[in-house]
């Protein structure tokens, strides 16, 4: 028995509609797309998409790492990434890159002839691209320090402060700790007393329980203050030889 008319004139009713919907939606210049798919740094198509977790700014990887040779700053925001390591908290976007592609026409065919014509001149093989294998198992491996990458950015001078670490002595109470072997250190001027205190604590090995108290000149310094505004305030007197010197001491904490 065939369906009743009715029913036939609104199933094609909605079928004419539905072409019609598509012929009339509407098409954007992909100009006014520029914003999102351009490396602020190159202002060139993003290429290897590269996103930093702080911001989630995103720009093209070659640029990003060649920025992070002399700033630790995101170029967008200027936002810190990290303090020495800024190369730890960028990851790749795959999925932009991956839109990227589908809307700038010939983008990824050219890149990848460009990438050929690159290892062919120098005589090496062509890199074959990566193969996602199903799923599976996860196996966790213990990363060897060998295979850990090692930073490209180094502290401007204009950032940086020296600092000289002066153990004053242990409470009584106060055992089982290992002498601070290392005591000029160079960091960053942003850095903090709280950064300074988990330093001397990883380096000592000492115990949850124990207290370190850091002293500048007559002061005792709090855990928010920068290394930068230390100095500013205190001085000259602070300095010795241009260091920055910090005596500290470990201390059990006060019971009320």
Do not use: W
Request: proline fraction near 8%; include cysteine; hydrophobic fraction near 35%.
């Amino acid at each position: 028995m065939s369906s009743p008319p009715f029913v036939r004139r609104s199933h094609e009713g909605t079928a004419n509609a539905s072409d019609t919907d598509s012929e009339d939606e509407p098409k954007l210049p992909l100009n006014q797309f520029y914003p999102y798919i351009r490396c602020a740094l190159c202002c060139g198509f993003l290429i290897d998409a590269t996103t930093i977790t702080e911001c989630l700014h995103t720009f093209c990887k070659s640029c990003i790492v060649k920025h992070f040779f002399c700033s630790n700053r995101c170029p967008t925001c200027s936002i810190v990434v990290h303090q020495t390591q800024p190369l730890y908290n960028i990851r790749p976007d795959r999925q932009l890159q991956d839109i990227v592609y589908k809307m700038v026409p010939f983008l990824e065919e050219l890149e990848r002839a460009q990438m050929c014509n690159f290892y062919k001149e120098r005589g090496l093989d062509v890199p074959k691209p990566a193969v996602i294998s199903p799923p599976g198992p996860v196996v966790l491996k213990r990363q060897k320090k060998d295979n850990i990458p090692q930073s490209v950015f180094t502290i401007p001078p204009e950032l940086d402060v020296s600092l000289l670490l002066e153990f004053v002595g242990a409470e009584e109470g106060v055992c089982n700790y290992k002498p601070l072997e290392r005591r000029y250190v160079r960091v960053s001027g942003e850095a903090t007393i709280r950064h300074v205190e988990l330093f001397i604590r990883r380096k000592m090995e000492l115990s949850p329980t124990c207290q370190v108290d850091v002293v500048c000149g007559d002061h005792l310094l709090d855990h928010y203050q920068s290394l930068k505004e230390i100095q500013n305030s205190v001085g000259e007197d602070a300095l010795q030889d241009g260091l920055l010197v910090l005596h500290f001491g470990l201390v059990l904490p006060s019971q009320s």
